[in-house]
């Protein structure tokens, strides 16, 4: 895979309801310097969106996951649609681990996600109508595993928030090295 011949740093995809895929002759092509990813609002983009090719036969080439075209990233932002991306299975293995900040653009009723991003450190909430950032009523999850670096929480255009969990919901665990609350 050959990279971009220029240091691309952040990869903004949002708002582009005809957007099916990202390549459009180049499946070569990757972005090892970009940090920040956000993938929002893209109502056709297809899950195996980084395989353009569908006219062609399988091939190894043509199988091309996110992880080995943004292998550093650090924040990556997702609406409702796209984190699909994750629960499909498009962001695997540890590529993950290095993500630092994860945004949502979207209302989330379940922790399958988190459990696969362990190590993020802030976490943004964005243009919902919801009362509670952390809703579901138990976390199945190792106390010492999920979002276990969680410092900073960032509700952004929340106009109904009242808490970012009930009492019941489970959340103490993961949010003792919470610092921030902004």
Known sequence: MEPLPFALKT???ERLPNLENVWNSNVELTFPQVKSLALCDLPKLKYDMLKPFTHLEPHALNQVCIQKL?????????????LNMILSGEF???????LKVLALFFHFESDVFLQRVPNI???EVRDGSFKEIFCFDSLNVDEDGLVSQLKVICPDSLPELVSIGSENSGIVPFLRNLETLQ
Do not use: A, C, D, R
């Open 11 to 13: 990869l903004i995809l």
């Open 70 to 82: 943004t292998p550093n990233i650090e924040h990556l932002t997702l609406g409702e649609h796209e």
């Open 92 to 98: 695997q293995g540890n590529h993950l681990n290095e």
């Open 121 to 123: 450190e802030k976490l």
